[in-house]
């Protein structure tokens, strides 16, 4: 989502989300926002990349107040068309991570596959700002690809193994898992790609 590559990354979403309902996950909000009930029943909660916002509405619809943004307009539109027919407890911002400024302090902030989209340097800059912007006690719930899969020879930066974790380090670890997925892009052979996928779910102490 770098400069120029934020208006590509744009237009490639809303081809993708135009043309599916529920391209990732089947819909099913990812197994890392699924745990945060183990730990927390409500709050605040603001997701990055809520995509056609499987997370976003599996959390409104347990108890929490969910502001959900994304790059694609097609995203958002569709998120809140939901909204609006369900009645849910989310607002939808779109949002681009590089040029973001938080106004405010959440209780849950949600972050899944979109950093590897990102440099090492805006990585960085946005694992400082959703730190700070979290309030005590508070989580940062992220998942994301990491170096041992298909992606890694074409991405400019993904953490290495157990890196997500160190970078949480001075934080409670409440989960921390990583695993081989089967992702939604093919190999040359028509296979799907495998990657390897870092989750965790981090206490502000």
């Known amino acids: 989502m770098e400069n120029q590559s934020s208006k590509n990354m744009e237009q490639h979403y809303d081809q993708l989300y135009s043309k599916n309902d529920s391209v990732f996950g089947g819909g099913k909000p990812d197994k ?14 603001i997701e990055f990349g809520a995509g056609q916002g499987r997370n976003a509405l599996f959390l409104a619809c347990n ?3 969910v502001e959900a943004t994304d790059l694609s ?37 949600v972050s899944t596959f979109i950093l590897h989209h990102l440099s090492s340097e805006s990585t960085d800059q946005f694992l400082q700002s959703i730190m700070s912007h979290t309030k005590k006690d508070g989580l940062n719930v992220i998942s994301t690809f990491i170096k041992g899969g298909d992606i890694s020879e074409s991405k400019s930066f993904l953490f290495d193994t157990g890196a997500l974790r160190e970078r949480y380090s001075h934080w409670n670890i409440l989960d921390y898992f990583e ?3 089967g992702m939604v892009a093919r190999r040359p052979d ?6 390897m996928v870092a989750s965790i779910i981090a206490e502000k102490p």
Do not use: C, W
């Not at 369900?86 to 911002?93: A, P, S, V």
């Not at 028509?190 to 990657?195: A, D, E, Y």
């Open 32 to 45: 890392v926002v699924q745990h945060i009930l183990q730990f927390r029943k409500s709050g605040s909660v």
């Open 63 to 65: 108890g929490f107040f």
């Open 73 to 109: 307009p097609v995203a958002v539109g569709q998120i809140q068309a939901l909204v609006e027919e369900d009645q849910l407890n989310i607002e939808t911002h779109l949002l681009d991570v590089i040029k973001m400024s938080l106004g405010r302090d959440y209780d849950v902030i």
């Open 179 to 181: 695993e081989e997925r």
């Open 190 to 195: 028509g296979s799907p790609m495998k990657n």
